[in-house]
């Protein structure tokens, strides 16, 4: 039983990083129909950017985490100003686009490798990393603020998207963005916010992992695909399939590691996808997201 | 001379000739290398070319086949001593066995769930690569016997005019993919998967096709690149590879047919160049890749074959008696 308790934290940890991951992808994706590649890459800049302000600069962390999340906006931004928003306007193809962005992820590494160097760093601890036992069950503070910090941000997420005029105005966005424009909406605006928003989340998401995972350059890329396969499990129609498909990762991989070699847990994960495929080939989600261009 | 031919076999001519006379004007072992090094990418392209740039399939996993061919080739030499001939062969029968049993499955998702499973794929390439020591080395990776063809050692020269040669054969294979059936059967399904199965096209079947193809040209990249290198680490699969590979084919131009080669010899030579770039590669080739995707998305290659089809398209001259017409127009 305890065992059991112990691998479900570890997996509703690293699932909760994934989920958030694959959550932010389905919020641009819901928005702009791209996947952000450099989504993962905001993880990378979050947990970096905390080792600088807080052990360079030595910020208490209540003032670096918000400069850690003003970075992450500010490269959010660009990337969509200076990728993004120039490729849709001479009309390229949605993968076109991507290619884009993987560009943004290659200039984000190679620009943090010139900054912070290729080897791993320590990220400082916004939580205690001491061992908290809660029915039998040894977490850590840290641990459990990752886990917090994913349901208060699908709490806000399912508010914003769903119980505001402003959600609704991206819901209609992604849906046509030609058609939300005559009913005066901004969609360039919105598409805007909603890679701002995803890069804050990236970044919050690095500043709280960052001290279990270490901060690495490369760390990024790696991310995005666990991001990617939670949206592939889950759906890419809603941020909360994508997440729930996160989570099963993380559960799937505590689970493959503890009884095996975590080692397997990748190859077994594809293999499902795989499976999955072959059973659903347009994915969980069903024909009418995974035919859309 | 249709002009389809002549803009076939103009470009392969001179390829060709530039190739063939190369080694005179190169001076040392580090220049030719260079020059090998960009016939082995040429190869790597030609092969993700006809993947994207012609049937619109895109593909973030060709590095997995680059070093799945480059592995075979080594582990069929060192554990049963195959001669070097075999030993290609193996390699590339592996990755087209892989790429069809890979492909199936993978091909049926479209667009970004595509490219994104077939990343997915290579990811866990590198991960055995890098982690199955006993079998793959490891970090440090697999040494690559001396090559030697019919019992006689190759010296670098002839090692350039067999990678040489394999490119050129590949130029051949992708001009010929294009002329036939399957080519345009190709295009069509780039253009609309929907109208080209209406129309009688097996889409499936010609989707896992250039795929199973595209694998197969990965492979002899990978294993012309373990011959130049004389060894194949787990580099071969990992992500930088795949980075090379998008610069150079949109630099080079996406559906071009001399895109691939001018692409190579820039993301070969241009680090080389810029002496102590390295450090700034990944940045620069990041950079390099947005401003053409977003100031030139035809390519280098693209661009040349375009303003280049004035003259070959235009046997009845209707452009320039336009041009005349409206000069006469006030």
Partial sequence: MQTFGILILSGLTNGSVYALVGLSLAMTYGASRVINFAQGEFVMLGALSTVLFVTTFSLPMVVGIPMVLIVCATVGFLVERLAYRPLVRR????????????ACASIMTGTALLIWGPNQLFVPNAFSLEGVTIAGITSTPQQLAIIATFAFLMALIWFMLYRTTFGLTI???????????????????????????SAIVGGLTGGLVGPLL???????????????????????????????????????????????????????????????????????????????? | MSSTTLRNWLPATVILMIGAVLPWLLQGNFQL??????????????????????????SLGQQAFFAIGA??????????????????????????????????????????????????????????????????????????????LFGARLERI?????????????????????????????????????AASSVGIDVTRYKVSIFVVAAMFAAVAGIAYALVSRGVDPSYSGIGMVVNLLTLSVVGGLGSRIGPFIGAAIVIIAPQILAGLQEYQTLIYGVGLLVFMIFLPRGIGGSI??????????????????????????
Avoid at chain 1, 171 to 197: K, Q, Y
Avoid at chain 1, 234 to 246: D, L, V
Wanted: with cysteine; aromatic share 10%.
């Fill in chain 2, 33 to 58: 290398r260079i020059a090998m090094l960009t016939w082995v990418f040429a190869i790597f392209g030609m092969g993700f070319n006809l993947l994207y740039g012609i049937a619109g399939q895109l």
């Fill in chain 1, 91 to 102: 009309g390229s193809q949605p993968l076109t686009i991507m290619i884009g962005t993987l």
């Fill in chain 2, 305 to 330: 074959e375009r303003s280049a089809e004035g003259s070959f398209d235009d046997p009845k001259g209707e452009k320039s008696a336009r041009r005349i017409s409206r000069a006469e127009t006030p």
């Fill in chain 1, 214 to 293: 270490g901060g690495h350059v490369s760390m990024g890329i790696m991310l995005t695909i666990k991001g990617f396969m939670a949206v592939i499990l889950g759906g890419m129609g809603s941020p909360f399939a994508a997440a729930a498909g996160g989570i099963a990762i993380g559960l799937l991989e505590a689970t493959v590691a503890f009884y095996g070699n975590s080692f397997y847990a990748e190859p077994i994960i594809f293999g499902l996808i795989l499976m999955m495929l072959i059973i659903r080939p347009t994915g969980l989600l069903g024909e009418w997201e995974a035919n859309r261009k």
């Fill in chain 2, 158 to 194: 002839d090692l350039y005019y067999l990678v040489f040669g394999l490119a050129a054969a590949a130029y051949c294979l992708q001009i010929f993919i294009k002329s036939t059936h399957l080519g345009r059967a190709l295009e069509a399904v780039k253009t609309d998967e929907t």
């Fill in chain 2, 71 to 148: 592995y075979t080739f080594a582990l069929l030499q060192i554990h049963f001593a195959l001669s070097l001939p075999l030993a290609l062969l193996g390699g590339i029968v592996v990755c087209a066995v892989v790429g069809l049993v890979i492909g199936l499955p993978v091909l049926r998702l479209r667009t970004h769930y595509l490219a994104m499973a077939t990343l997915m794929f290579a990811m866990i390439v590198h991960d055995v690569a890098l982690r199955w020591t006993d079998f793959t080395g490891g970090t440090s990776g697999l040494r690559v016997p001396p090559p030697s």
């Fill in chain 1, 171 to 197: 819901r209609a966005v992604g849906i046509d963005p030609a058609v939300a424009t005559l009913m005066g909406i901004r969609a360039e605006t919105i598409i805007a916010f909603s890679f701002v928003f």
